[in-house]
């Protein structure tokens, strides 16, 4: 590929032409978003964003749940309310989540330039997607201990998504590229106190990419050396990173292929250990279990070890929790993660009788692989042990577009939208891939819905 910087080979990889097949499975990821952000935006903590987005002033992009806003307001609105739940879709081997970022840029700029095409939309999510995640894969784990991968990659999937459907150049995309880089952030301190910024860093991402588009598209040029150069993102970032990675195999399969979906409420580090434990379970035929052990790769611990949590948010990453509605329902849908669910005694029993453990096999297989593996014992005398090297939804565990549209029902159900309403927009999505328009799309997605909460602390 061309271009003696990083950014340039970048750009040149991203503008590959796009087939029938990877827009049938951008398609598939764009329902899933869909879901995720109707889900989303009855939830505490994206009201306000949705407001914030409001003050800029009214403009020709849909803001899901709320009213029409110009195409960085708007991008910035649809991030938060497509991640704020935990069922957005995850690369495995980059460590972050495309689809929140991605799509809320790609439908802004999309409807900010009056464009129709639906090919060009899921096109722009392919290349999209391709960028986030070879920067994620690249950056090393160093990156990840400090930093949100979603936040500081997001912006260079966005920024080529953007650059997608505004037809620029490599030159212009690199541009972009170097700018997007240039406003990277996302401090993991959002972990340790009960707040809904983690979600926040999904719409800023997606805002950054699609200012950094349009200026590109106006002749704003961007540094070049944004990845490889000194004082790059990499020198800043990356502490064990390879930034040649970012443009490496340009020939290789979109990586939109290997994207995970995610069928449980839950970070995807719990993902894993809810399935050995509904597996457990199975086996069990309803005998009572006196004690549970579940054993997972060292970040599932990292982020996921909590005995106790005490709202929503800390439950979505929760080991324990997990592991005992999985126990208790057979399921670990949204339902299992309210206030209500967290403090019922049954649950919280439960929950006390749940031991987490690194598994060193799991972590050396990590992150290519997110497995787990658990251990019960039952009152009555037996033992049962499982192990799942992989988490359902995973490219080793496939699941289908009949589950996804399952999946989507289900987000549209507890965002309010009716049975005829779902059924539009679930449509509308998959025939983007067919020839479908965007405004079409966009008209099914809904404005404001009813039972929006705020709220300071999640």
């Known amino acids: 590929m061309s271009g003696r910087w990083i950014s340039e080979r970048l750009a040149a990889i991203a503008l590959r032409p796009v087939a029938r097949g990877d827009r049938a499975r951008a398609a598939l990821h764009l329902l899933d978003w869909a879901g995720c952000v109707v889900a989303g935006t009855v939830e505490p903590g994206t009201a306000e964003v949705r407001r914030l987005a409001a003050r800029e002033g009214a403009g020709p992009c849909t803001v899901v749940g709320g009213a029409p806003a110009g195409p960085q307001a708007a991008a910035l609105a649809n991030g938060p309310a497509g991640a704020i739940l935990e069922m957005d879709d995850v690369d495995k081997r980059a460590l972050l989540h495309p689809g929140p970022v991605v799509w809320p840029a790609a439908l802004a700029v999309a409807q900010a330039q009056g464009l ?124 064990d990173g390879d930034a040649a990675w970012v443009a490496a195999d340009p020939d290789a399969a979109w990586a939109i292929h290997d994207v995970s979906f995610k069928p449980h409420a839950a970070c995807r580090h719990g993902h894993a250990v809810i399935d050995a434990v509904l597996a457990l379970r199975a086996r069990a035929e309803g005998a009572a279990p006196e004690l549970i052990e579940v054993a997972s790769y060292a970040d599932a611990l990292t982020f996921c070890d909590r005995p106790e949590p005490r709202s ?21 849908g949204l339902v299992r993660f309210t206030p209500e669910a967290i403090a019922e005694p049954a649950t919280a029993a439960l929950r006390a009788r749940v031991r987490v453990a690194e598994d060193p096999g799991a972590s050396a297989r990590y992150p290519a692989r997110f497995g787990a593996s658990a251990r019960v014992r039952l009152a009555d005398g037996r033992e049962i042990a499982v192990e799942t090297p992989d988490a359902l939804g995973d490219p080793e565990r496939p699941v289908g577009p009949e589950d996804l549209k399952a999946k989507a029902r289900a987000l549209m159900a507890w965002g309010g939208l009716d049975a005829s309403a779902t059924d539009r ?34």
């Open 312 to 332: 929503p948010a800390q439950a979505k990453f929760s080991l324990q929790h997990a592991a005992a509605v999985a126990w208790r329902f057979g399921d670990a």
């Open 425 to 458: 927009l679930i449509a509308a999505a998959l025939s983007l891939a067919e020839g479908g328009s965007v405004p079409d799309f966009a008209a099914a997605l809904p404005g404001a819905l009813p039972g929006a909460k705020s709220g300071a602390r999640p």
């Open 116 to 239: 129709e095409s639906g090919a060009a939309l899921l096109d722009a999510g392919v290349r999209g997607y391709e960028a986030m995640i070879r920067v994620g894969r690249a950056v090393g784990p160093g990156h990840y201990a400090r930093f949100h991968a979603t936040a500081t990659c997001g912006g260079f999937g966005a920024a080529t998504a953007g650059a997608s459907l505004l037809g620029l150049s490599q030159a212009q995309m690199a541009w972009a590229l170097g700018n997007a880089g240039q406003q990277a952030f996302g401090l993991w301190r959002v972990r340790h106190e009960p707040v809904f910024t983690k979600a926040l860093h999904d719409g800023w991402a997606a805002a950054n990419g699609v200012a950094a588009a349009l200026l590109a598209a106006d002749g704003f040029a961007g540094p070049l050396g944004v990845f490889e150069g000194e004082q790059g993102f990499f020198a800043g970032f990356c502490p």
